[in-house]
């Protein structure tokens, strides 16, 4: 097989820039390379374990998705020849390529905290990550009756970095209101609420309001669900480690998280782990016919879906500009969104880009939970997903800073 553009990876990145870059040149001959059948609108899983979205209206079949006159490869890439220009998949087919796209997403590790895979989906064991364990998030918050709820967070990178306190808060506001009495605790890897202090201390009142205790640079080692007991590697203010077993009624875990091994083992990686890309132009730092977005990329910004749908035409507009021999001068600026759910019916809306500076898109305070941003969350982005980002269009409200 030989195409002109190969993108690794049909999620929100790979199809939104491939259906970006159709727009724009329709006779570009695109192929994409993913496995999977199903395209799913991962942002929504928080709400379906919370009990507030049909886990129906989360996903799609992939071939619905995928841009038309774009070829589909339904296969997985086992490895990366980028001196040749070429790639293996699984089949053991070789894909020639002129211009290569990195996006595969980034992998749920559950295997690194010891006991998880032999519990999760049972015994008060839940995950919002994949979509039948959020489906029974939602059963262990609605069929919880009291005692101790434990929600945890893993080392960064993770994909949209809020995603783990959302949940909680979703499940202490059904805890009010349903006069269930539950000892609600945030363990998290991080020293902070989030990392950028603008929403950090504002999530602190937050945090005050359900009564939730938090413990900082505490992290999920082991579990064992029949037991219903937790393992956390704590660090004191010494720096010393040592490891705290906590009971738990229920427990909501983040999996560990990283690039796919394929890429990891690749000559496209950087020390490590991620595709290697410059962060503005996410172009390779070696090999100037790749580019990569997404997940997956070495860009230390939030691995969000916004900042996917930014990046995206940035690729599309810097390759077309490559390969009519222009120059590229299209620059991501880092720019990530997270919706952060307070309750069932509100939600702080935090964008910031590079350095964790504050860029809103409304001239209103960031740091105010707000039911219209509740609506967007739970209407508005879904459409703007199916309908606008993974249709190619380059639409957006500038963000400013603050």
């Known amino acids: 097989m030989n195409h002109q ?58 071939n619905s998705c995928i841009p038309k006159d774009v070829k589909w490869i339904q296969d997985s890439v086992e490895s990366f020849d980028p001196e040749n220009n070429r790639l ?75 995603a783990p306190q959302k949940i909680m808060y979703m499940a202490a506001d059904y805890f009010k209101r349903k006069g269930r009495s539950a000892e609600v605790n945030f363990n998290t890897s991080l020293p902070v609420m989030f990392g950028v202090p603008l929403f950090a201390e504002a999530l602190k009142g937050v945090v005050e309001q359900y009564g939730i205790q938090v413990d900082f640079k505490s992290t999920l080692v082991a579990i064992d669900g029949a037991a219903k007991e937790a393992v956390f590697e704590v660090e004191g203010a010494d720096g010393e480690k040592s490891r705290v077993t906590r009971s ?13 091994d394929f890429i990891k083992a690749s000559p496209l990686a950087n020390e490590a782990g991620w595709v290697d890309v410059d962060p503005a132009t996410l172009q390779h730092a070696r090999y100037d016919n790749v580019y990569g977005l997404g ?13 996917a749908r930014l990046q995206a035409p940035v690729v599309a507009k810097n390759l077309i500009a490559k390969i009519s021999g222009k120059a590229d001068g299209n620059e991501y600026d880092g720019y990530g969104a997270c919706p952060l759910v307070t309750s069932h019916n509100s939600v702080m809306l935090a964008e910031f880009s590079y350095g964790g500076k504050v860029t809103p898109t409304f001239p209103l305070d960031p740091t105010k939970q707000r039911y219209s941003y509740w609506l967007m969350k739970k209407y508005f982005f879904p459409f703007l997903y199916w309908n606008i980002m993974l249709k190619g269009i380059d639409w957006d409200v500038p963000h400013k800073p603050l």
Not at 253 to 259: E, G, I, L, N, W
């Open 295 to 307: 997940d997956a990329t070495s860009t230390p910004n939030a691995k969000t879906a916004a900042a």
């Open 248 to 260: 738990f009624d229920m427990i909501h875990v983040t999996p560990p998280q990283s690039a796919p």
């Open 5 to 62: 553009i190969v993108v690794v990876g049909g999620g929100s990145a790979g199809v939104a820039v491939a259906a970006s870059l159709k727009r724009k040149s329709k006779e570009l001959d695109i192929a994409i390379i993913d496995p999977a059948d199903t395209h799913y609108y991962q942002p929504a899983f928080t709400l379906v374990g919370g009990g507030a979205y049909d886990p129906d209206a989360t996903h799609r079949p992939e």
């Open 88 to 162: 293996t998949v699984r089949s053991g087919d070789t894909v020639e390529y002129q211009y290569l796209i990195v996006c595969p997403g980034i992998q749920l590790d559950w295997n690194k905290i010891e006991g998880l895979e032999e519990t999760i989906g049972k015994n008060g064991v839940c995950s919002n990550y994949l979509l039948p364990y959020a489906q029974y998030t939602w059963e262990c918050i609605r069929s919880f009756q009291g005692g101790k709820a434990l929600f945890t967070q893993p080392p960064m990178p993770i994909k949209c970095a809020g």
